[in-house]
């Protein structure tokens, strides 16, 4: 494209479309690319899809002929009347679902595919347009690229994402339609052929046929497969080999195969020095059908504990009292503030408090006990104690540990694991200091086994004969069955009582430590084994090879800095998702799976050889200041400045780099999925300043916001993508004052877009805050139009954004006629405390929220605790996260890793005296005055209330009502039955006495 005529993108979107299929991709568990290889926070493949074709395509000019392109694109929104569970209730929803389109899940490939393709080859003058993705990832926005038929460069600093890049981009492509002869060892297998010839193996009924054809005809011949048909076949291979040499460690007990073993970790007592099992929850099995646990049996001679199974009937004769009841027969021996011991203290009592226990940790004293093992019977799991030679055998693997890895490569892992201090990590507080500790004997050594082979896999290969290209491919798939199978794989590993599975070790971007986990029988056809973690890798292989399907120009790949990169070349677009400060630390936690990598890929190329040199994957270099761009202060000698800076600094750098390699006319989109206004504020100044402008912004909602809600989570449920094009180099500095203006003119129609489309809390603010930077960064600078030399920055202008968006929400929460109401008349904690509680009710809610919250409304949060008596602070984060760690799985939303929750407190908890009352200079907020008027009228004092009224002119106020009103329907909303009753029963006072004729109570509905 050579014009400056806007795209697509810069004028329309398919806001709701989009978002629809994003959270529905969230919910796919076959053939994503998420399933090749775990990367933190991977985009949605719809939205990719979505945003490269809306901004590769010009904008056709008129809605005519705009209205069937979008359709074409995205399909349309279709409702249906639907019930949703609700605590064993069923309750009426609407469902909402597209139809039609390229960007649900499975219609990716659907007709119009090759349509928009050819839109956009044309749009470029009949060539493929280049796209860049510096901050690439797991490849979900390269892999979309591809399918549309473009040239793609995608860069990544950590080479384990260049690695996964390779698999999900080039090796696909690379060998995308080659076949080659089966391995003879193939046809040795009966139960191989048989369903390879099926074609079962997810190949289409043709190329079953085709297969079948092929060796009946030729009787002896070897039948050809493709790339994932001989990926099948090796992983089978590296199986059998790994079954001979593992299966004695998983022994079979009375015919039923084992699924995993569950462990606590154990401490020595200090009172009684009896060993004490580290416990969070005393529940097997937790369903409502089906109700197991463990009891605790102190030994005779005092030295420990034995565990039983024991079936828990249900007690309680309400949901509250059953819940309660469980709570306590569940509990374990941890507490946050330590562990009980069970043979001599009791669950009200510390034995160990967590210091205690990491100073046993950092010694190398924590051990481990076998509490159960789980095995496969008739009617589905069951549950019982160990038996003596489980627990030799479990021992005895220690004895085989270093005759296993004394021929792999560099090795035991012994690398360290990140530092104590490290972001979201707590493994290294308790000693797990070098990574191999972090797992049991029997799972290194039954690591060790597969990777032996895995690599043995490749010398057969070559034996067999094979070209360079295709072991190296097969073997890199391997790679992936591994470690799908390593995330299964270590004592990080919960076992989920509700679905009676394994859990895996990224459940979210941390590495906390786990007291309880679980051990998975890695040989059998069970969660966590090799063959699950195969199927997975093939069905996701599977899916891949279609986006390759058109044959576009082969990608190009690159463990490298996007702080270097400026030799790429020309790009007509660049898409990209870069790191966001503090979020998540990508090579701290993906050295869980690099160090492994090291080991199985070295000596496949030098090329990888060179990539994973290091033992492991790349921080920060100060002599060269490059490196992972993350805002770590560990990094900086604990310095969080010189942290801060080196980040803010870094993406800087990175997007002057962009700048460079963009095309005049080329557009560079960025998506935003931060919280923290500290983070908009410098990833916008970055943009700004390395000569970027503001086009336009899509908020695209990828979480159901239920469920960020009712977790209290403090991930966004929605990313923002941000259009830019290049600010001409004629653009003058401006004004604040009118830029203020321009913004003030535009958001309006922007808000009531993004409301109407259903977003709300925090990623409403932010939603707002893309299209307010359009007038803000067409200047290279914008100065104040009242004080000589001063800018206005950023950060100002941004709060006055903030500060439209939050009364405009509280309108909307005041007003009943569907538009939003001035707010001006209302004071700061009271729009505060309506925005709050139309937000996140009377739950908890996550810190950052609150802080976004309180600082839009010019407040402090300390202050809404302290001096306004509005906020208390909740449960922590971790306890939070504890409850949620069985449902929060598969979550690839960016998850921040710390802090905690604050709720607001009910009008009964707020008696300060003094509230309601104006204190020195300070007027009473109405909030207060409120719950004052709720207390008198709840002590029956009719006479206080009408003088309190009187007194506070409160009957001429015309935004008393509305916020009674409001917060009428608040309570209803929170089902707050007392609450609401009450509120309203003091309206109908009031307008029984007479009063301002605005005052009248507004009926429901
Ligand atoms: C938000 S993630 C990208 C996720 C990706 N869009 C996906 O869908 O999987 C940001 C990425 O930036 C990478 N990164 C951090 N610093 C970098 C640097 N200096 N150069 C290149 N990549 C970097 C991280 O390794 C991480 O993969």
Redesign the pocket.
């Known amino acids: 494209m050579n014009d400056d005529s806007p795209r697509l993108i810069e004028i329309a979107f398919p806001l709701k479309q989009v978002s629809l299929d994003s959270v529905h991709e969230k919910n796919v568990r076959h053939g994503h690319i998420s399933t090749l290889h775990i ?5 949605p493949l719809a939205a990719c899809r979505a945003t490269l074709i809306a901004t590769l395509l010009p904008d056709p000019g008129t809605e005519t002929e705009r209205k069937p392109l979008l359709e074409r694109l995205a399909g349309v929104v279709k409702k249906d009347n639907a019930f949703k569970n609700a605590g064993g209730r069923k309750v009426p929803i609407i469902k909402e679902y597209t139809q039609g389109g390229i960007l649900h899940w499975g219609r990716e490939n659907g007709p119009d595919l090759e349509f928009f393709r050819q839109e956009i080859k044309k749009a470029y003058g009949g060539r493929a347009p280049r796209i860049l ?9 390269p892999l979309e690229a591809m399918r549309l038929g473009c040239e793609v460069t995608a ?4 080479p384990v ?1 260049w690695f996964i890049l390779k698999c999900t981009l080039e090796y696909p492509l690379c060998l995308a339609g080659q076949t080659r002869p089966l391995p003879s060892f193939a046809l040795e297998s009966p139960e191989f052929m048989e369903r390879f010839l099926k074609g079962t193996r997810n190949g289409t009924k043709a190329q079953a046929r085709r297969k079948e054809e092929a060796t009946q005809g030729q009787m002896f011949e070897v039948p050809e497969a493709d790339l994932s048909g001989h990926v099948w076949a090796w992983g089978h291979w590296v199986l059998n080999r790994a079954r001979q040499d593992l299966e004695r460690f998983y022994p079979t007990v009375d015919g039923k195969p084992t699924v995993a073993y569950l462990w606590a970790r154990t401490v020595t007592c200090k009172n009684c020095r009896a060993t004490l099992p580290l416990l969070k929850t005393l529940w097997l099995c937790h369903k409502d059908n089906k109700r197991f646990r463990l009891a605790i049996k102190k030994r005779h001679d005092k030295s420990g504990v034995d565990f039983a199974v024991v079936a828990e009937p249900v007690v309680g004769s309400n949901a509250a009292q059953r819940r309660a009841h469980d709570h306590r027969v569940g509990q374990g021996t941890m507490s946050r503030s330590g562990a009980w011991c069970p043979v001599c203290g009791g669950p009200n009592t510390v034995a160990m408090t967590l210091e205690d226990t990491r100073a046993e940790g950092m010694t190398g004293r924590l051990g481990a006990q076998m509490t159960t093992v789980v095995v496969n019977g008739l009617r589905g799991k069951e549950y019982r104690p160990p038996i003596a030679p489980e627990l030799e055998v479990a021992e005895e693997a220690a004895v085989h540990i270093e005759d296993i890895f004394k021929d792999i490569p560099f090795g035991l892992p012994t690398e360290p694991t990140p530092p104590a201090g490290t972001l979201g990590n707590s493994i290294a507080l308790y000693g797990f200091n070098q990574w191999y500790k972090l797992f049991t004997p029997r799972q290194l050594v039954a690591l060790g086994t597969f990777v032996k082979h895995t690599r043995a896999a490749r010398d057969a290969m070559r034996v067999e004969g094979y070209p360079r290209d295709w072991v190296e491919a097969v073997s890199a798939y391997l790679v992936c069955i591994f470690d799908r199978m390593l995330d299964f794989n270590s004592t990080e590993v919960s076992w989920i009582t509700s679905v009676e599975a394994i859990g895996h070790t990224f459940v979210r971007y941390a590495l906390p430590i786990t007291w309880d986990y679980s051990e998975s029988a890695v040989v059998n056809y069970v969660r966590g084994g090799w063959r699950m973690s195969m199927d997975a890798v093939l069905e996701s292989l599977d899916t891949i090879t279609t986006a390759s399907a058109a044959s576009p120009p082969q990608p190009t790949t690159g463990p ?4 270097k990169a400026a030799h790429f070349g020309q790009f007509d677009l660049i898409l990209t ?3 966001y400060y503090d979020a ?1 630390p ?2 701290d936690l993906m050295d869980y799976f690099y160090i492994w990598i090291r080991r199985m890929l070295n000596g496949l190329s030098t090329e990888f050889d060179e990539a994973f040199r290091e033992p492991v994957g790349p921080k920060w270099n100060h002599e060269t200041n ?5 805002d770590d202060s560990s990094r900086f000698n604990g310095d969080a400045q010189r942290s801060m800076s080196a980040y803010e600094e ?1 993406m800087f750098r ?1 997007f002057r780099l962009c700048h460079e390699a963009l095309d005049p006319q080329g557009c560079m989109v960025v ?1 935003f999925a931060n919280k923290h206004p500290r983070a908009w504020e410098s990833l916008a100044s970055s943009m700004i300043r390395a000569g970027f402008i503001v086009h336009g912004s899509w908020p695209v909602q990828t979480e159901q916001t239920a469920r960020i809600r009712a977790q209290g989570s403090a991930a966004l449920a929605s990313s923002v993508w941000i259009v830019c094009r290049k600010r001409p180099q004629t653009a003058r500095p401006g004004w604040d004052t009118q830029v203020l203006e321009e913004m003030r003119s535009r958001i309006y129609g922007r808000l009531r877009t993004f409301w109407d489309a259903g977003i709300r809390g925090p990623d409403f603010v932010w939603a707002a805050t893309g299209p307010a930077l359009e007038a803000y960064s067409k200047h290279p600078v914008v100065k104040k139009a009242d004080e000589p030399n001063a800018v206005l920055h950023v950060s100002e202008f941004l709060h006055a954004v903030r500060r439209i968006v939050v009364d405009y929400v509280v309108g909307r929460v005041l007003s009943r006629d569907g538009e939003s109401t001035e707010v001006e008349a209302l004071d700061n904690p009271t729009i505060y405390y309506l925005l709050h509680r139309h937000d996140f009710g009377l739950a908890e809610a996550p810190v950052g929220a609150c802080i976004l919250y309180a600082q839009s409304c010019s407040l402090r949060d300390r202050d809404l605790v302290d001096r306004y008596d509005l906020l208390a602070y909740g449960k922590s984060r971790a306890a939070a996260e504890e409850q949620l760690e069985e449902t929060a799985e598969n979550s690839e939303e960016e998850t921040a890793t710390s802090g905690s929750t604050m709720r607001l407190k009910r009008w009964e908890q707020r008696r300060r005296k003094d509230s309601g009352l104006p204190v020195s200079s300070r007027r009473a907020t109405l909030i207060d005055q409120i719950h004052r008027i709720m207390h008198l009228w709840k002590d029956g004092d009719v006479q206080r209330v009408d003088t309190y009224l009187e007194e506070q002119g409160l009957r001429r106020k015309p935004v008393f009502p509305r916020v009674m009103q409001a917060l009428i329907e608040l309570a209803r909303k929170d089902n707050q039955a007392d609450e609401v009753s009450l509120l309203e029963s003091i309206m109908n006072h009031i307008s029984a006495r007479g009063m301002h004729p605005q005052m009248r109570l507004i009926p429901e509905g």
Do not use: M
């Open positions: 990367w933190p926070a991977r985009r993705d510096p901050f690439a990832g797991g490849g979900a926005i860069i990544d600093i950590n994402a490298k800095s996007a702080l998702d870069p790191p998540i990508y090579s490059n490196g992972e761009l993350i870094g990175a998506v």
